[in-house]
């Protein structure tokens, strides 16, 4: 009676999302039908924990590292993006963007898997970097004949990149996709 004592509460958490084949479910069923304590184990466990849970220095520790290294590794995205809004602006006749944005995209999204980050981090830099070039006389001369073509040409250069960065999304949506299919 100890080992059905043993695998029923192994078994909770799974019997309580609804996660257990029919036969499975049954045998927790019945075993909590006849078993006073899984059946007070189970009660229990179904008690919303608290909200509030006290960290303690380990545990702290442990949050302050793993959040160092998000944001360094959010940095390197950022870094990432300007770097290709650079290079992509600098080198007009080049059409290699095409694919550092398609890459940007599909990395972007495999780790944030969030489209909405993953078009800004893609497209606030650019714009920026298309704004600083066209709309000013930092690089030694300007650009545009006026601020609505240079608005014009930045929204459209945006709009460019964008689309490739969309593309890119797709591919890592497909890679998902694939790997959840595995």
């Known amino acids: 009676m100890k080992t059905n004592c043993a695998v029923t509460q192994d078994l909770l ?10 036969d499975t479910q049954r045998f927790v069923e019945e075993h909590l039908q006849s078993c006073q304590e899984c059946r007070h ?3 229990q466990s179904q008690i ?3 909200a509030e849970v006290k960290l303690h220095g380990a545990s702290k520790n442990m949050l302050r590292n793993i959040t160092v290294k998000l944001t360094t590794i959010q940095i390197f995205f950022v870094a990432i993006a300007f770097v290709l809004a650079m290079s ?3 080198m007009n006749d080049n ?4 694919l550092t944005y398609a890459i940007l995209g599909a990395i972007t999204y495999l780790f944030y898997r969030s489209v909405l980050v993953t078009v800004l981090l893609a497209g606030v830099p650019n714009f920026l970097w298309n704004c600083l070039i066209y ?3 930092w690089f030694g001369k300007f650009y545009a004949d006026s601020f609505s073509e240079a ?9 460019i990149h964008l689309l490739v960065t969309v593309i890119g999304i ?7 996709k694939i790997r959840e299919g595995k």
Not at 13 to 22: A, G, I, R, T, W
Not at 151 to 159: F, G, M, R
Not at 170 to 176: A, E, P, Q, S, T
Request: aromatic letters at 8%.
């Open 48 to 50: 919303p924990l608290p």
């Open 151 to 159: 608005l014009q040409i930045a929204l459209t250069t945006l709009i």
């Open 135 to 137: 709309m000013t006389n």
């Open 170 to 176: 797709l591919i890592g949506f497909c890679i998902l």
């Open 13 to 22: 958490p799974l019997y309580e999302e609804e996660l257990l084949h029919p």
């Open 88 to 90: 992509t602006t600098i």
């Open 41 to 43: 184990i189970a009660e």
């Open 95 to 98: 059409s290699g963007f095409i």
